[in-house]
């Protein structure tokens, strides 16, 4: 009974199918209306089902004729392009075609993925098609059903392969390994990775050594040089072991999407990266999460495992609803953090008012560290104003676009009135200004 059940399940009848069937009942009514001889379309209809009959001998009598396999990365990367490939091969001694349909993940929101093709005798073929996950988080991937049919092409038998796979999709890895590959690159300025002349000297001082032509002679070590004989100059080396600490606002404001993906995963992506560079660099790289209460923690370090334990601590980030509180920030960078470093704050202010009410923690937070506060640009409101206005309702809309805008250049101005560094990006370009910013700070030797 079971065997029965599953051939029932697995048994499906084509278009052609049913495109003869609707054609030889209309040819029964104009046999009948003609006065030709019934005898002739039960000849035709016979026909039909004996060849109906022989296409689902040729399909259904093989027990394994065909085979499928899914090829997923063991992670996903958020907001990039992920591809997925998909095996299949053909048993049958006969060409079959085929549908595919591969169970992908809700979170995707794709009803209508099929793939289809034809397959020769013995023949395998590889599938390759592409995903872009927009959130965090366990992608379950489910079976993977096939659609087969003979050159007869009336009958279609469905095969199921795979047990469900969940893959996690991590802040993005593609991102990360690319900026760390044009921050080094000859040809990083086709890019926009600025190159910046170093300012003055790099405070780590490494050893004395005999002066070369080309030194610096205001390196010169003139206690060193009297004792020698010779001249003797200090050798300075770029400056490491600097504390550079991310710190990520969870709040309502970071729930703003763009392009699919929401601030605060422009601002994981982008975290990532710096990391990645900064230990590159040999600066030790810490996170701080917050929204209405303090969130993730890991301290500062440029050990082997540090950019995994931030990944690992970047995974399940999620925004909230409520207010961020600068307090709590301020308590636990003031609690954690002795050595002065450098704070990225990830956030974003609708209005100046919003800024100044948490100003007084930047501040006591710039006193003893390097504070730099990154912000959003509105990308959508850029464009209002960049649009040519007719209507009046135009005019009025390209004023407020202006009042918001206007907003966000007051609150650069606040900042840098207060001492404070600010970096106002679109989303897009948050990671590439980042590490400008960053390379700037680094050769004008602020921490």
């Given at each position: 009974m079971d065997r029965i059940f599953r051939f029932i399940k697995s048994l499906f009848f084509s278009d052609r199918f049913f495109i003869l069937l609707v054609g030889f009942s209309l040819s029964f009514l104009f046999f009948y209306l003609s006065g030709v001889p019934e005898f002739f379309a039960l000849v035709i209809v016979l026909v039909f089902l004996l060849f109906t009959l022989l296409d689902g001998f040729l399909v259904f009598s093989p027990k394994n004729p065909v085979q499928a396999e899914r090829i997923v990365p063991e992670l996903l990367n958020n907001g990039d392009e992920n591809f997925i490939r998909i095996r299949v091969g053909n048993l049958y001694p006969f060409p079959i075609q085929f549908e595919l349909i591969d169970e992908l993940p809700i979170k995707l929101q794709v009803r209508d993925f099929m793939l289809s093709g034809h397959l020769k005798p013995e023949e395998?073929?590889?599938l390759d098609y592409s995903i872009f996950p927009k959130n965090r988080g366990e992608y379950p991937f489910g079976k993977i059903q096939v659609y087969i049919s003979s050159p007869l092409g009336l009958v279609r038998r469905k095969f199921s392969y795979g047990a469900n796979q969940m893959v996690p999709c991590y802040p993005s890895i593609f991102q990360m390994e690319r900026y760390a590959f044009l921050s080094v690159s000859k040809y990083a300025s086709n890019y926009g990775i600025k190159r910046l002349r170093k300012l003055g000297h790099s405070m780590e001082f490494e050893q004395i050594k005999d002066y070369?032509?080309?030194?610096?002679?205001?390196?010169l070590n003139?206690?060193?040089?009297?004792r020698k004989g010779s001249l003797m100059v200090n050798y300075f080396v770029e400056e490491k072991s600097q504390p550079i600490y991310c710190l990520i606002d969870k709040g309502r404001a970071m729930r703003m999407n763009f392009e699919g993906l929401s601030l605060l995963d422009y601002a994981i992506n982008s975290t990532l990266a710096i990391s990645n560079i900064a230990l590159k660099k040999g600066d030790k790289v810490g996170l701080i999460s917050f929204s209405d209460r303090l969130g993730t923690y890991i301290p500062a370090g440029n050990q082997v495992l540090q950019l995994k334990n931030i990944l690992n601590g970047l995974y399940n980030q999620k925004t909230s609803w409520g207010e961020s509180s600068y307090e709590f920030v301020y308590l636990a960078v003031r609690e954690y953090v002795k050595q002065r470093s450098l704070l990225i704050l990830f956030s974003d202010f609708d209005s100046l008012q919003a800024m100044q009410r948490q100003l007084p923690y930047l501040r006591k937070l710039?006193?003893?560290h390097l504070v730099l506060v990154v912000f959003f640009q509105d990308v959508e409101l850029e464009e209002?104003?960049?649009?040519?206005?007719?209507?009046?309702?135009e005019v009025y809309l390209k004023t407020l676009a202006?009042?918001?805008?206007l907003e966000k250049e007051l609150i650069v101005r606040e900042l840098h009135r207060n001492g404070i560094l600010s970096l106002l990006t679109s989303p897009k370009n948050l990671s590439l200004n980042l590490i400008n910013k960053y390379l700037e700070i680094k050769n004008q030797g602020r921490i």
């Amino acid at each position: 009974m079971d065997r029965i059940f599953r051939f029932i399940k697995s048994l499906f009848f084509s278009d052609r199918f049913f495109i003869l069937l609707v054609g030889f009942s209309l040819s029964f009514l104009f046999f009948y209306l003609s006065g030709v001889p019934e005898f002739f379309a039960l000849v035709i209809v016979l026909v039909f089902l004996l060849f109906t009959l022989l296409d689902g001998f040729l399909v259904f009598s093989p027990k394994n004729p065909v085979q499928a396999e899914r090829i997923v990365p063991e992670l996903l990367n958020n907001g990039d392009e992920n591809f997925i490939r998909i095996r299949v091969g053909n048993l049958y001694p006969f060409p079959i075609q085929f549908e595919l349909i591969d169970e992908l993940p809700i979170k995707l929101q794709v009803r209508d993925f099929m793939l289809s093709g034809h397959l020769k005798p013995e023949e395998v073929k590889t599938l390759d098609y592409s995903i872009f996950p927009k959130n965090r988080g366990e992608y379950p991937f489910g079976k993977i059903q096939v659609y087969i049919s003979s050159p007869l092409g009336l009958v279609r038998r469905k095969f199921s392969y795979g047990a469900n796979q969940m893959v996690p999709c991590y802040p993005s890895i593609f991102q990360m390994e690319r900026y760390a590959f044009l921050s080094v690159s000859k040809y990083a300025s086709n890019y926009g990775i600025k190159r910046l002349r170093k300012l003055g000297h790099s405070m780590e001082f490494e050893q004395i050594k005999d002066y070369t032509l080309g030194d610096d002679i205001r390196t010169l070590n003139w206690k060193a040089t009297a004792r020698k004989g010779s001249l003797m100059v200090n050798y300075f080396v770029e400056e490491k072991s600097q504390p550079i600490y991310c710190l990520i606002d969870k709040g309502r404001a970071m729930r703003m999407n763009f392009e699919g993906l929401s601030l605060l995963d422009y601002a994981i992506n982008s975290t990532l990266a710096i990391s990645n560079i900064a230990l590159k660099k040999g600066d030790k790289v810490g996170l701080i999460s917050f929204s209405d209460r303090l969130g993730t923690y890991i301290p500062a370090g440029n050990q082997v495992l540090q950019l995994k334990n931030i990944l690992n601590g970047l995974y399940n980030q999620k925004t909230s609803w409520g207010e961020s509180s600068y307090e709590f920030v301020y308590l636990a960078v003031r609690e954690y953090v002795k050595q002065r470093s450098l704070l990225i704050l990830f956030s974003d202010f609708d209005s100046l008012q919003a800024m100044q009410r948490q100003l007084p923690y930047l501040r006591k937070l710039n006193r003893f560290h390097l504070v730099l506060v990154v912000f959003f640009q509105d990308v959508e409101l850029e464009e209002v104003l960049e649009r040519e206005v007719i209507t009046l309702k135009e005019v009025y809309l390209k004023t407020l676009a202006g009042k918001f805008s206007l907003e966000k250049e007051l609150i650069v101005r606040e900042l840098h009135r207060n001492g404070i560094l600010s970096l106002l990006t679109s989303p897009k370009n948050l990671s590439l200004n980042l590490i400008n910013k960053y390379l700037e700070i680094k050769n004008q030797g602020r921490i």
